[in-house]
């Protein structure tokens, strides 16, 4: 097994902000950091937020996790891996009960199948990087 190590990164202003890389290999290994909703560019879905910068609407969730793994599809492709590597994914949620109605379909649709062979650990918290998203999903994947 090589201990190379190779990263790829999207490259959006909070990379470079923040100062990390969206994935890194390192042997059989691939690490995902938390992916959100966007483009590339923007924000996908985001949500909305009052004057205080708290949400006030989680109906947008779905649309959110749906644009997280398919970022984290694009990244795993870079590696020549693909959604059916991933071993563990840890879904971090604004609203758990939001999240949790929403990770079901979506989910599978992500894995291509009704149960996705997948160890998964979904977290509360009280925001994300940016006060619009809803979600964030990290991932490993092994090949």
Same mark, same amino acid.
Do not use: C, N
């Given at each position: 097994m090589s201990n190379a190590?190779?990263?790829? &990164? #999207? +490259?959006?202003?909070?990379?470079?902000?923040? /100062?990390? *890389?969206? $994935?890194?290999?390192? /042997?059989? %290994?691939i690490?995902?950091? /938390?992916? *959100?909703?966007?483009? +590339? %560019?923007?924000?996908?879905?985001? $949500?909305? *937020?009052?004057?205080? +910068?708290?949400? %006030?609407? #989680? &109906?947008r969730t779905g649309e959110q996790l749906r644009q997280c793994y398919a970022n984290a599809a694009v990244l795993l492709e870079r590696f020549g891996a693909s959604m059916d590597d991933v071993v563990e994914e840890v879904i971090y949620a604004i609203d758990v009960d939001a999240a949790d109605a929403a990770a079901g379909p979506v989910r599978k649709e992500a894995y291509g199948r009704p149960d996705p062979q997948v160890a998964s650990t979904m977290i509360g918290t009280p925001r994300l990087a940016f006060r619009e998203l809803l979600v964030e999903v990290s991932f490993v994947a092994r090949v």
């Open positions: 190590r190779q990263v790829e &990164s #999207f +490259g959006v202003p909070w990379e470079r902000d923040y /100062g990390y *890389v969206q $994935a890194v290999k390192r /042997g059989d %290994t690490y995902l950091s /938390g992916q *959100v909703a966007h483009d +590339g %560019t923007d924000l996908i879905a985001p $949500a909305p *937020v009052d004057d205080a +910068g708290l949400v %006030t609407d #989680f &109906s």
